[in-house]
């Protein structure tokens, strides 16, 4: 008797499709990542865990960006290609900085938030399209070698600090890594289809972009402007947390030698997995 195989059906993919449709594109995505109810469940459930971390993460990431001369200078010349002399360097303080905290930290939230509509990919599409001059009275042009290192750096923040939480369960724990690095993933792809080549033969075919304000789908405002505990000032977390970060090679949510009590800084409450957790269907 020939064994019995277990592998799924092989399945067709139009790649006519893949680059002039988004929802087939992110469909795929999807399904190769295998990104299901459970994922979505994971995000949903362990949400407010995630979102306790934003405040201290946004600081965290503008501390990095702000170390180098070539992201720095693209929050006054909108650009990381530009190499001309700069009349203003900008700091944690500046004007710039914080109005770019307030959308970082209401664009972490977003991507926190249910990804079973369609709207939620639909901006994460935006997102990338926006960096690369497009869809912006005034353009801003971000490099594609920024773009990825930086989603790559915020998720390595949000995995450490996770995996690291005193209270949840290992298995909730995975649920969450995982669902959250999906996301990024599809994410850093809607950011490399708006700068490389493949597919440019189907480019004409491509939709009228509108031009509309950050934060806004299809006329619509999607991302909240008032965010609590939005910057380490209003925060007493956020700034424990930056108060580490500023020691190379150390996690920015542990103290010296202790990732848990690190986490706990963090005042992640309510996180008891006493109860049995609830797991979401395995439908696709």
Request: proline share 4%; aromatic share 8%.
């Amino acid at each position: 008797m020939a064994p019995t195989s277990t592998s799924r059906p092989m399945q067709t993919i139009s790649r006519h499709d893949l680059y002039t449709s988004l929802e087939t594109r992110v469909q795929y995505l999807q399904s190769f990542l295998d990104f299901s109810s459970r994922d979505i469940e994971a995000l949903i459930s362990g949400g407010k865990y995630i979102k306790q971390l934003i405040p201290a993460v946004v600081n965290i990431v503008y501390k990095k960006l702000l170390e180098y001369d070539i992201t720095a200078r693209a929050f006054t010349t909108r650009s990381t290609s530009y190499e001309g002399p700069i009349d203003e360097v900008v700091d944690e303080d500046s004007p710039q900085i914080k109005h770019r905290k307030m959308f970082l930290t209401a664009y972490l939230n977003k991507i926190c938030s249910d990804p079973s509509k369609f709207e939620f990919w639909e901006y994460l599409d935006k997102v990338g399209m926006m960096h690369t001059g497009i869809g912006r009275v005034h353009p801003l042009h971000i490099e594609y070698i920024h773009i990825g290192v930086c989603l790559s750096f915020i998720q390595d923040v949000f995995t450490e600090a996770i995996l690291s939480h005193p209270r949840l369960s290992l298995s909730r724990k995975i649920g969450i890594v995982k669902a959250l690095g999906k996301v990024i993933w599809i994410q850093n792809d809607l950011f490399a289809k708006w700068y490389v080549r493949d597919g440019e033969e189907f480019r004409d075919e491509k939709p009228e972009v509108v031009i509309e304000k950050e934060g806004y789908l299809h006329g619509v405002k999607i991302l909240d402007s008032e965010i609590e505990s939005q910057s380490g000032e209003e925060n007493g977390s956020s700034k424990a947390a930056e108060d580490v970060a500023k020691k190379p090679g150390v996690c920015p949510f542990t103290g010296a030698g202790d990732v848990a009590s690190g986490v706990e800084g963090l005042k992640i409450s309510g996180a008891s997995d006493s109860k049995p957790e609830a797991v979401a269907s395995n439908g696709e």
